[in-house]
């Protein structure tokens, strides 16, 4: 399987020699895209150096889709926060086959539904609070929901009684874990083809 071809880069906008002593962060960074022999954008990163970072995914986490690249563009940013930015932005509107982190929309609280809870029988509340999201359509198919520490804090919940009140849509097949990404609506359930 061949590798990506690489994309020229601009001569105003190289890496730094490895001698530089720039601090972290204020170095050309680059935003580079891999796309599939269809052009199907597979992934989405930023490194100060994207030939050795392509050798990574090739030898890495990434060995079950980096073989699928067979073309790579590289847009370079002055600094690492400028294509950190970019980074975000564009898996998040280019939506990329294999990107995790940033590559989801985030479901929201809806102020009038997420109040603090007092009295017994916050579970309940807030298993009925879910479920008022998601028939309302504010938690939609494929979206992240709020962490279940991001819940407690709403409702003054602790985090044992807001991971109970997940439990059920988390068995229905609702919602499901990634682990290290969090708690996602499906998009296909039986009550949702």
Same mark, same amino acid.
């Given at each position: 399987?061949?590798? &990506?071809?690489?994309?020229?880069? !601009? ?10 002593? @720039?601090?972290?962060?204020? @170095? &050309? ?7 599939? =022999? ?9 490194? /100060?150096? !994207?030939?050795?970072?392509?050798? +990574? ?9 980096? !073989?699928? =690249? ?11 926060? @400028? +294509?950190?930015?970019?980074?975000? =932005?564009?898996?998040? +509107? @280019? ?7 940033? /590559? ?30 998601? $028939?309302?359509? /504010? ?17 003054? +919940? ?15 097949? $609702? ?10 609506? /499906?998009?296909?359930? !039986?009550?949702?083809?």
């Amino acid at each position: 399987m061949s590798s &990506p071809r690489l994309a020229e880069r !601009p001569t105003l906008q190289t890496r730094p020699d490895q001698g530089n002593a @720039e601090p972290r962060g204020s @170095e &050309p960074t680059a935003l580079y895209r891999l796309y599939d =022999a269809n052009d199907v954008l597979l992934y989405v990163g930023i490194s /100060n150096d !994207p030939d050795f970072r392509w050798k +990574a995914h090739l030898y890495r986490d990434s060995r079950k889709w980096a !073989p699928l =690249a067979t073309r790579r563009v590289d847009e370079w940013f002055e600094t690492r926060s @400028e +294509a950190e930015a970019a980074e975000v =932005a564009a898996i998040q +509107a @280019e939506r990329p086959r294999f990107n995790g982190t940033h /590559n989801f929309k985030q479901a929201w609280f809806s102020p009038a539904i997420w109040t603090p809870i007092s009295g017994a029988r916050k579970c309940d509340v807030i298993t009925e609070r879910i479920r008022l999201e998601l $028939t309302a359509g /504010n938690w939609a198919a494929g979206m992240r929901v709020p962490s279940g520490s991001q819940i407690a804090t709403e409702t003054g +919940a602790s985090l044992s009684t807001t991971a109970k009140a997940l439990r059920p849509f988390i068995r229905s097949g $609702t919602l499901s874990v990634h682990g290290g990404r969090g708690v996602f609506v /499906n998009p296909y359930t !039986p009550d949702r083809p």
